[in-house]
């Protein structure tokens, strides 16, 4: 399969909900947005704070990918990704996009490494984050508001 990405723009937010729902995301991830889009989501992030694609699968778009600059570690970027069609899925474009918008995100943000959060019940997601060069260099718990809690590993790539 063909995997490219592209800059994401205002039109394609609408795919995201839909993707979200097509994988069932809140058994994955917390957030589906980089963090500056959550925070005012009347535009989308500056470029130099934002390094946003949308991941292409033989020229359609199926997932997007972004690196965000950490609020405290202005030398590291926190990644986060979604492939939002499960038929997809253990097929290496999760790797693919993230090879792909690593140098990107690198050039235009000037990062040093990047981390990431993936929680323990999602081994497909940790092999492919391993097999992209991050490695496990911490963990947590998250709490969620239903008193359920989260265990995570806290991943890094330089």
Known sequence: MLV???ELTWDDLELIPVWSANIKAEHFTSRF????????NSRLPDRDSVAWFVI?????????????????????????ILLGDPDLFGSGI??????LALPV????????????SVRKNNPRAITCYERCGFRIKGEGIKP??????????????E
């Open 33 to 40: 947005y980089p963090r500056p889009f959550l925070k005012d």
């Open 144 to 157: 969620m508001e239903n008193a359920a809690r989260i265990e995570y590993h806290v991943m890094e790539y």
């Open 94 to 99: 999760g790797r693919k996009a993230i090879e």
């Open 105 to 116: 995100a690198r050039e235009r943000l000037k990062f040093q490494r990047v981390k990431l």
């Open 4 to 6: 490219a990405i592209r």
């Open 56 to 80: 292409l699968v033989e020229s359609r778009p199926a997932g997007h990918v972004w690196l965000e600059l950490d609020a405290q570690e202005t030398s590291t970027a926190v990644l986060g």
